[in-house]
Nanobody, 119 residues
Framework: VQLVESGGGLVQAGGSLRLSCAASGRTFSRYIMGWFRQAPGKEREFVASINWSSDEIYYQDSVKGRFAISGDNAKNTVYLQMNSLKPEDTAVYYC?????????????WGQGTQVTVSS
């Protein structure tokens, strides 16, 4: 399985960026696609996710109202529209696919894309 991310970059505070992630390599049945991020010196944290089985969407509290996750189930693609960016949003953003297998769950990760927000 390969997750290819794009869309990171440098933006001023208050600006916007859109991240994209396309998954390929296998057919997914029950799965969740989402985004995590890791800032320097911090642990990786959840940002947003969409469950293609139930259409449930979740966000980390700090990004609610600013970020929006969307995607195309048929294309195994997920997007993260990030608006009103803040310096504290600076991090490496990772695309994640969590599959629900008969024996449990499995996580696939992208290589990460850097998002830097200047003040």
């Amino acid at each position: 399985v390969q997750l290819v991310e794009s869309g990171g970059g440098l933006v001023q505070a208050g600006g916007s960026l859109r991240l994209s992630c396309a998954a390929s390599g296998r057919t997914f049945s029950r799965y969740i696609m989402g985004w995590f991020r890791q800032a320097p010196g911090k642990e990786r944290e959840f940002v947003a996710s969409i469950n293609w089985s139930s259409d449930e969407i979740y966000y980390q509290d700090s990004v609610k109202g600013r970020f929006a996750i969307s995607g195309d189930n048929a294309k195994n693609t997920v997007y993260l529209q990030m608006n009103s960016l803040k310096p504290e949003d600076t991090a490496v953003y990772y695309c994640n696919v969590k599959t629900m297998e008969t024996w449990g769950t499995y996580d696939y990760w992208g290589q990460g894309t850097q998002v830097t927000v200047s003040s």
